[in-house]
Structures are given as C-alpha cells and as structure tokens.
C-alpha cells in the first residue's frame, strides 16, 4: 500500500505560489509562456511545466505531485527531469 502523501488540491498550489509574492500567471509569462500555459500542469502531467511552479515555490516538484514522481510499484523517485524537451 502506499504511504505516501496526496497531491497538492491545485488551490493550494496557487495558494502556494501567493505566499511566494507571485501568481501562476506570472509564472508562466516570466517563462516566456502564455500566462494560462501553466495550469495544464495543475490537471495533467507535464514535467517542465511541473519544475517551473516547483522552483517558483521553493520545493521539488515531487512534494507537489508524488504520484507523478515516484514508481508505485517500488515507491523510487522517478527522473522525470530527464524528460523535458528544452
């Protein structure tokens, strides 16, 4: 059974991200993207999409979304990074 925690609802990444003085919105323009662009990453999995909310609130995307970065099979950390498409 897995033990780890849930991920984070979306409002309280968004909340997160307030606490940090910015907004998802910012987020994505300050990364050249369309400022809606980063709440696919709220709904779907999207790895670079992922690390630039990650970064903007202080934590590695994992503590955000567990289910997306760790095996349910043997519960390891998954390298998602190596799959962004620069």
Do not use: F
């Amino acid at each position: 059974m897995n033990s780890r925690n849930p991920d984070w609802h979306p409002a309280d990444i968004i909340a997160a991200l307030r606490k940090q003085g910015t907004t998802l919105a910012a987020v994505s323009r300050k990364a050249g993207l369309s400022s809606s662009t980063l709440a696919n990453a709220l709904s779907r999995p999207w790895p670079k999409g992922e690390w630039l909310i990650a970064e903007a609130i202080g934590i590695h995307p994992s503590e955000i979304w567990p289910s997306r970065y760790y095996d349910p099979h043997n519960d390891c950390l998954l390298d998602r990074k190596a799959r962004i498409k620069s």
